[in-house]
Every structure is written in structure tokens, then in C-alpha cells.
């Protein structure tokens, strides 16, 4: 299982960036798919994720600002992040849960947003 994110970059305060990951290899049985970020010096925290049934849960600092969707034909789940905030610059990371067969997760695309 390999997963593929882009959509990364430089950013101003109250700009929008919209993230992607795709999933290939053995994709079955998937239980949900998200996002995590690192900000520097901070420990990594889940930002968003989506069940397989297309529920969705938020990290309150991004509530109203982001949105995940997952294009199950494609294995791909995305993020758009509106109304950016330097606080959000981070490494996000992209997961995938295949149950019993555990998380899998992509290297990580850097979103620097500036003041």
C-alpha cells in the first residue's frame, strides 16, 4: 500500500490550499481515511478524518475552515483548507485504515501559510 500527497505550498493569512492523496496497491476494506499534521516543535494531531461510510469528524481549531472528501473510484481523499492561518503551517500527513491490516501513511507535504 502506497499513498501519494501533494498539493502543498506557500500560502498568504486567509488563502485556500487543497491537499490530495492517493491510495494504490492492496486498497480494500478501507475503514476510514484522514489527515494528521506536525507543526514545528509540536507534536503530531489529527486533523480530519472520513469513515468509509462518509462520516467525518474535525479538529476544532479547523472546524468551518476544512473540509475532507474521499473519491472512492479513485482511492483518493481530499483537503480544502479555506481561510488559512499561520498556526496551520504543518507537514500533513495522509492515512489510510485498512482494519485488521492496520494504518498506512504518506510522506507528508508541507503547508506554510504566512502573516
Known amino acids: 500500500v502506497q499513498l501519494q500527497a501533494s498539493g502543498g505550498g506557500l500560502v498568504q493569512a486567509g488563502g485556500s490550499l487543497r491537499l490530495s492523496c492517493e491510495a494504490s496497491?492492496?486498497?480494500?476494506?478501507?475503514?476510514?481515511m484522514g489527515w494528521y499534521r506536525q507543526a514545528p516543535g509540536k507534536q503530531r494531531e489529527l486533523v480530519t478524518i472520513?469513515?468509509?461510510?462518509?462520516?467525518?469528524n474535525y479538529a476544532n481549531s479547523v472546524k468551518g475552515r476544512f473540509t475532507i472528501s474521499r473519491d472512492g473510484a479513485k482511492n483518493t481523499v481530499y483537503l480544502q483548507m479555506n481561510t488559512l492561518k499561520p498556526e496551520d503551517t504543518a507537514v500533513f500527513y495522509c492515512?489510510?485504515?485498512?482494519?485488521?491490516?492496520?494504518?498506512?501513511w504518506g510522506q507528508g507535504t508541507l503547508v506554510t501559510v504566512s502573516s
Open positions: 496497491g492492496s486498497i480494500f476494506s478501507i475503514n476510514a
Open positions: 472520513i469513515t468509509s461510510g462518509g462520516s467525518t
Open positions: 492515512f489510510i485504515g485498512l482494519g485488521s491490516r492496520g494504518n498506512y
